[in-house]
């Protein structure tokens, strides 16, 4: 008798796998108490955990990390002399936004339109579900032919750093091989794509105050200093009139070589209103791969139902600014820090503080790893060759497994394409997709072991 081959065997664990998503994706795991419930966090990690016991991981732990939250590991024991391969993926999701603007509930996976639709169902919580797929398919075709540590991140999401100091502090834990991240994504589906350089990330709250109190608009407006239009004021000087991103000594021209996104197509992915134009200079892969991004994600301000003819006394802002690889996030926080305070308006008082950081990164694509990730995407995908493009995001852990692990090859393969939409609402996953890439993964592991076996 004949053993099917693995894509069969990946296909009829498939069910299997939406049942488990949508149980995983039930957990509400926003990784900010303010917003939801710590216990959604703690119940979603131990949903993990106990997946990775029903899979024979051993040493399956809760581990508590500095920022307070969850970060789960296991490992699986390969052949005597196998090389060991950590994969990645994270449990907590961005917060689902305008639950009103989702066509299904956001915590509820369904299916509509040959997609699975909640949040995190690509961005990460499939990305789990991946690796889980992976390894069954390897399991029940001969076994797993590697060591396996897998980590599932409780606070990626919120870029708080918990992982990143947990993993500093205790280096023998995520020593591997090769490291498999399964949080990026196909530049678009059914087109293999790994990602070879990630945007870093600074986080900021800038606060102004400007007056002891509110004030009556119409008795003082005018002359007293409002701290909210000088918040806009302040925000308008992060970008030109282009739309380009100017932050006083940050470098803003830098070139993307390689893979490139045609502008019509990133209207279509970015659902860019007709007539609506693109911000910023050069081409589309230089703006999200090559330079930086300054985004304002929240304001503190009076909403518009229940508005007061007042002045504010107060305005604070939350400010994201992705930064590319060859510039360092420091600097660039540094740089951020000093033009609000050089910025503000009418001699306003600045407050300013850091939320979150994590470095760039840029992956090493000659290495052995991408040959064999190489061979097992285009088997994976008939007909397509696998592809290399940048990301936008970013993952702050990646820097941190480069600098405690530098001889470890680091790959970034993961659900979040273009119609993800992944932190929008209505994110989703593709089960194709899932079904492609947990086959690559699984193919990736037994040419890995073979290469290191040559």
Not at 310 to 339: C, F, N
Request: charged residues 20%.
């Amino acid at each position: 008798m004949t053993a099917r081959p693995i894509s069969e065997t990946i296909a009829s664990l498939m069910p299997r796998a939406k049942t488990e998503l949508a149980e995983l994706v039930a957990f509400q795991s926003v990784a900010d108490p303010a917003q939801f419930p710590k216990s959604e966090c703690e119940a979603a990690a131990n949903w993990v955990a106990d997946a990775l016991r029903a899979e024979d991981f051993q040493d399956v732990a809760l581990l508590d990390t500095p920022d307070g939250t969850q970060s789960v590991y296991g490992f699986l024991p390969g052949p005597a002399g196998a090389p060991t391969v950590l994969l990645y993926a994270h449990y907590d999701v961005q917060p689902p936004l305008d639950k009103s603007a989702w066509v299904s509930p956001p915590f509820e996976l369904t299916e509509r339109d040959g997609r699975w639709f909640g949040r995190g169902a690509a961005d990460c919580k499939g990305g789990f579900i991946m690796h889980l797929l992976a390894l069954r398919a390897l399991k029940a075709d001969g076994g797993v032919p590697v060591s396996v540590k897998v980590i599932a991140e409780g606070s990626e999401e919120q870029g708080t750093g918990g992982l990143e100091r947990y993993a500093e502090a205790h280096p023998e834990l995520l020593t591997a091989d090769t490291i498999v991240i399964g949080d990026t994504g196909n530049f678009r589906v059914g087109l293999p794509t790994v990602t070879a350089t990630l945007r870093g990330m600074t986080m900021l709250r800038v606060t102004l105050d400007t007056l002891e109190g509110n004030l009556h608009s119409g008795q003082f407006g005018g002359a007293a200093p409002d701290a909210l239009a000088a918040m806009i004021q302040l925000l308008a000087s992060l970008r030109a009139e282009d739309g380009t991103t100017t932050v006083d000594g940050l470098t803003t021209d830098t070139e993307w070589e390689g893979l490139q996104y045609p502008e019509a197509e990133f209207r279509k992915d970015a659902k860019v209103l007709d007539g609506v134009g693109l911000i910023g200079t050069g081409t589309v892969a230089d703006r999200i791969w090559a330079r930086p991004a300054v985004t304002v994600i929240g304001i503190d301000c009076p909403p518009v139902v229940g508005a007061t003819p007042s002045l504010q006394a107060s305005a604070r802002a939350q400010i994201s600014l992705r930064v590319p690889p060859g510039q360092d996030a420091a600097k660039a926080t540094e740089l951020l820090t000093a033009h609000l305070e050089a910025h503000a308006p009418w001699g306003a008082r600045v407050s300013v503080e850091r939320v979150g950081q994590g470095q760039p990164f840029r992956a090493d694509t000659s290495s052995p790893a991408y040959t064999s990730m190489a061979q097992a995407m285009e088997a994976a995908y008939p007909g397509e060759k696998m592809q290399t493009s940048g990301m936008g995001g970013s993952i702050p852990l990646c820097n941190t497994l480069a600098a405690l692990y530098p001889e470890a090859e680091i790959l970034l393969i993961g659900l979040s394409e273009p119609e993800a939409q992944i932190h929008a609402v209505n994110e989703s996953v593709s089960p194709e997709e899932l079904e492609r890439l947990s086959l690559a993964e699984a193919l990736f592991l037994r040419n890995y072991a073979e290469s290191k076996r040559a």
